[in-house]
């Protein structure tokens, strides 16, 4: 199968991750404890500290790092997906972790407040130049801001690539297949944006999927519920399923990720 390359946006792609809340908060895995050790042992978003979770959707992140003592702000633009977030926060006993409307780019949230600001799976749906003066405003001087991703990979021959180019079948303005999970103009942007300190970090893990949960984690993906109508995500949903018990009948089945992040520091 030939592979998939990321195609450069020639006009805005838009998604509402509120019409699939509740595939996204059911299927869709969160960052693994990997993650929350790595950021934390570079001295940022520590116990007793406070943190503001931009795009937070369901509350992977925020949630991940109440659960280590920080207390959370999450903030979405979507309010079937925050109504998700305090759900799960709820279930989980997270008092230290609240939820409200607000974009990147203007959060209202107070000036010089947070110590740490976090974005996961999110930036690229930002003014990214808007979002990071945004972010400079509320964190403390020499705050930390994360960006981080954590993305299927489509290698060759595996059920990523088959799913990618099902997903294009049915929704072909999706910019965003053949992805790397790589980020480097992250790093740019905050550089120019006058954060220094700036690292880097990433590895590679095999999250498992039955195939129940990974028809529901593509259903809960921009391109097919974020984007098609029901009766087209149905569509989409039977055809993928048929695709994976034909071609890739293991259940359940390792899905190679990637986890990206990049680190940087406000200015003092």
């Known amino acids: 199968m030939q592979c998939l390359r990321r195609r450069p946006l020639s006009q805005p792609y838009t998604a509402d991750f509120g019409k699939t809340a509740q595939d996204y908060a059911t299927h ?33 992140l925020a949630r ?9 702000t999450g903030l979405d633009i979507a309010p079937d997906i925050l109504a998700q977030a305090r759900r799960l926060a709820a ?24 110590d740490t ?22 964190l403390k001087p020499g705050g930390a ?9 489509p290698l060759h021959g595996n059920l990523v690539e088959a799913t990618e180019a099902m ?30 300190g700036i690292e880097t970090f990433s ?6 999927y039955t195939h129940e949960a990974w028809r529901g984690r593509i259903r809960a993906s921009a391109p097919i519920g974020g984007t098609l109508s029901p009766d087209k995500v149905a569509a989409f949903d039977a055809e993928h399923g048929a ?12 899905i190679r990720h990637r986890v990206w992040a990049v680190l940087g520091r406000a200015p003092i």
């Open 28 to 60: 869709r895995a969160g960052f693994p404890d990997r993650f929350f050790d790595e950021v934390q042992a570079r001295g940022v978003a520590l116990s007793g500290s406070t943190l503001l979770d931009l795009g937070t959707g369901t509350g992977t």
């Open 203 to 208: 590895f590679d893990v095999d999250q498992i």
């Open 145 to 153: 801001l994360v960006i981080s991703h954590f993305d299927w990979l």
């Open 243 to 254: 695709m994976m018990a034909r071609d890739f009948p293991q259940d359940p089945l390792p």
């Open 64 to 72: 991940g790092f109440a659960a280590r003592d920080v207390t959370v």
């Open 91 to 114: 279930e989980a006993g997270l008092q230290n972790a609240v939820f409200a409307e607000g974009s990147a780019e203007s959060t209202g949230q107070p000036s010089g407040h947070f």
């Open 167 to 196: 997903i294009l079948k049915h929704s072909p303005d999706w910019p965003f297949g053949g992805g790397t999970g790589l980020y480097p103009a992250w790093t740019t942007g905050m550089a120019n944006a006058g954060f220094s």
């Open 117 to 138: 600001v976090t974005a996961g799976q999110c930036w690229h749906w930002f003014d990214g130049e808007a979002a990071l003066a945004e972010v400079k405003r509320v």
